[in-house]
């Protein structure tokens, strides 16, 4: 069996899957978290904030097609991509920290603390998850091991998303004591998300192998590199995707969390999870921390309906709502290879956004007291779009196939990179987007919000996030690469490579 049609092990699939759950122990803090940590607990402006984040990140994707065209050129016995994956893991574990810690500054100094910080982290997370999407294209050239890789990584993603949004808001109550000191809190609960990010990396450089090489004459220009992008259709099309779709991941995480924070109802919620045996009697300020599992993991919700202002109650229940699509997700995935298979990448995805804008849209009908429906809609939302993570990823190294079978070129790294721009581009316009928003609705953190706040905050979690996931289901339709031009283009490479691998 040749390089290029080798079937990957169990351990090479896990290990390399690991990659991005570590990754994502960032991804999906930055998501959820980091608006509502720079203005709740770091204590600084809402726009400040939206403005820190669209900085840091623009920055970020403007720093990734660099880390195409230096990943594309690296050689060492490790080969081009594994290499990053170790050389970025100490500096990423240590940056990760000092980012979500709060010193005790003037507020000129912490908004320059914040901003140095969230760039050198987001510089970190370039130069390490760039290289490791583009090490997915180049493991195996078999198009359905492919798609059978990116499932292991995106089940992978998703544990790693379970822990972030289950357990990171409980942890930070745990740690933050008796004293209610949540800037301490989020210091420790970030050093334990990186020692497990250190320990995930490690794992996926050790296990990977790269086996898909360019041509060994290749020598390509980097201007050469980009002359070719813009002639791929199937990239430009992706790359535009690419940016709405993070986009609107960035403003549904921001605006979700701030949904269940102030527009779901408080004693609805409480109701609900007391049904759920995650309710406990109030306890004195003095009072000795209670034992048991759940307990010290910090789900259980201190207080009771006659004081629910105090309580634990909306992070507790946006966790388990959270935690709820996450096992969704993960089931549905592990069928992905097989939809795929059947119906092709490009169809799958198409009926996943359409379904899922339908499905957001939803949310906008809810009442607040309505926590049901909203469980139950998260169950159809997280449902209708599980099969489309792993299939855009590997749609992603389909155009790579597509630019080397039209040019003759591989350019893996430029590719991811480029799509990698755009991912981040999204990120940060989504982000900020939402944060200046609720500047406009007139958000005031840690105090009852105005209808006309809770309405922007209603919009956000529904309306807006349907919209965007019907643009994407236009550019989807319209993206060339079918499932049998897939087979024909892997075919041919196959046979390609064949010729210079024995010549």
Known sequence: MSDQNQKLSFIEKAGYAGGDAAANFVFMTMVCFQAAFYTDVFGIKASTAGTIILVARLWDAFFDPIMGILAD?????????????????????????LAYTTPDFAQPAKIAYAFVTNILL???????????????????????????????????????????????????FKFAGPNHDRQHGWQMTMGLWAVL????????????????????????PPKQDFADLFKNNPWRVMFVLTLIHFSILALMGSAQYNYYHYYADKAAFFDWLQKLHLTAPALAPDAPAPGGLLEWLGYIVHGDRANLASSNVSDVGYSMMQMIGKVVTIIVIIGSPFLSKMFGKKAVAVGGFALTALGYAAFYVLRPTDITGMAILTVITSFLYAPTIPLLWAMFADVADYSEWKNGR??????????????????????????WLMAMYGYSPNAPQTPETLQGIRMC???????????????????????????????ELAERRKKFATG
């Open 73 to 97: 050129r690296t050689q060492t016995r490790w080969g081009r991509f594994r290499p990053w994956v170790l050389w970025t893991s100490i500096p990423w574990a240590v940056i990760m920290v």
């Open 122 to 172: 987001m510089t970190l997370y370039s130069a390490n998850n760039m290289p490791y999407s583009a090490l997915g294209g180049v493991m195996t050239g078999d198009v359905i091991e492919r798609a059978r890789l990116n499932s292991y990584r995106f089940i992978s993603v998703n544990i790693a998303q379970f822990l972030v949004v289950g357990l990171t808001l409980p942890l930070v």
């Open 197 to 220: 990010c250190l320990i995930l990396f490690l794992i996926t450089f050790i296990v990977s192998k790269e086996r898909i090489h360019p041509k060994p004459e290749q020598k390509t």
């Open 410 to 435: 591989r350019a893996t790294g430029i590719i991811f990179a480029t799509i990698g721009f755009a991912l981040k581009a999204g990120l940060s316009l989504g982000s900020a987007a939402f944060l």
């Open 461 to 491: 979690s529904s309306v807006y996030l349907g919209i965007l996931f019907a643009v994407c289901t236009i550019l989807l339709m319209i993206y060339p690469i079918t499932k049998r031009l897939t087979i024909q283009i892997a075919d």
